[in-house]
DNA sequence: CTTGTTTTGTATTGGTCGGTTCAAAACCTG
DNA sequence: CAGGTTTTGAACCGACCAATACAAAACAAG
């Protein structure tokens, strides 16, 4: 009945994905989202109705495969609670280096630079990173509960805080690859933050 | 023989550190500064050069006091170094409760805000923080080994690995914080984090 | 006072920002 | 092929950006 979409909206919204997570929300102009998704400026406000809103979608298109990949990783029960545990800083650390490949520069993480730069003063982008964080922190939670049963996590403190403090150690991860830090440095913090959460 | 300046540059370049602050490099318009510093526009560019300069002494200044009261309090040789570590952490879980007052949102640290925002494609902001981190460390370092001496920090670790666990564990407080964790959130990350430092 | 130098406020620069308008092109349905 | 609907590209919008030009104002030195 009418003409049909030459580009595909989620290939579309991964670009977008990739620029904001390169340069920022502030940093990346519209012409940028137009060079990286190769769409027109009228498809792009035709499709999202601005700038932010496709940040929108963009960081929780992110978030919730972030998210899925570490729970996945976290919800592996044939293991002990913190093998899952070391398994996920792993993942952050080779994510880390992965995205370094060729630019040379470390990207961080989407949330983790969202929550800098935008938490403070944008609603939205924060609604949506609290409501992963809550998430993801149930999951950390889960993992400690577990590990406390099975033996291989720390009775020593409570869950939630073993929780908020794993998460801590990934903000920090994350930062430190930024500030300049390599897998091997990466990977050594990690297993020393391990050491907080075994007996 | 000419007009003096009506205004103290320091007190400017300070209120410059608390508007980059609040807001990050990108979202803050030389409007912004003049408003902040009470300078006309004339004045600013006078005696800074340019936006990007005066972000870059802004952020020396801040980096510098900063990390001077840190080191203050990891030198108080008359502690255990354990105990310095723990009043190091105390500082700032106290300073990011600080700045959270009156506005509500916590500002996080000027100096993971630029890593995060800027460090990837800014060589002299990356250069300044690289300086700081690498001081930073050092520091870190110190206060490890001399902890390592008298027994108040496990031996079990290298100090080098010990001191970027710390430092990534700063980086975490703060992004926590401005991801919505309050005082006792990040009191708890803190003393988890401990663990990992004590024997 | 006058002279010389600096600071300061105002107006303005060219450029880019996010977003809109509009007509031509492209497609499906009948 | 024709009619109706959507997509698409390009020109365009006011607003704001960092930065500059310039002249009036404010001082110190003689």
Redesign the interface.
């Known amino acids: 009945m009418a003409r049909p979409r030459m580009f595909d909206e989620e290939r579309a919204l991964d670009a977008a994905v990739r620029v904001f997570w390169?340069?920022?929300y502030?940093?990346t102009s519209t012409q940028d989202l137009c060079d990286a998704t190769g769409l027109g400026r009228s498809s792009i406000y035709n499709t999202f109705q601005s700038k932010h809103a496709l940040f929108e979608r963009a960081l929780a298109r992110y978030l919730d495969t972030m998210t899925v990949t570490q729970t996945a990783v976290l919800d592996d029960m044939e293991r002990p609670a913190a093998d899952r545990v070391r398994a996920l800083l792993a993942l952050v650390v080779e994510g880390e280096a992965e995205c370094r490949e060729g630019?040379g520069?470390?990207?961080?993480c989407l949330g983790?630079?969202t929550?800098?730069?935008l938490?403070?003063?944008d609603p939205a982008a924060?609604a949506l990173?609290?409501r992963d964080?809550v998430r993801r922190l149930a999951a950390y939670r889960a993992v400690m509960e577990a590990g406390r049963r099975d033996g291989s996590i720390?009775s020593?403190?409570d869950p939630?805080?073993?929780a908020?403090?794993l998460?801590?150690?990934?903000?920090?991860?994350r930062?430190?690859s930024?500030?300049?830090?390599g897998p091997a440095?990466l990977a050594?913090?990690a297993?020393?933050?391990?050491?907080?959460l075994t007996p």
């Open positions: 390169e340069r920022g502030e940093a630019s520069r470390a990207l961080g983790v630079n929550v800098v730069e938490a403070g003063r924060a990173l609290e964080t720390t020593s403190r939630e805080a073993l908020r403090f998460n801590a150690t990934v903000a920090g991860l930062v430190s930024q500030g300049g830090a440095e050594a913090i297993e020393t933050a391990m050491d907080a």
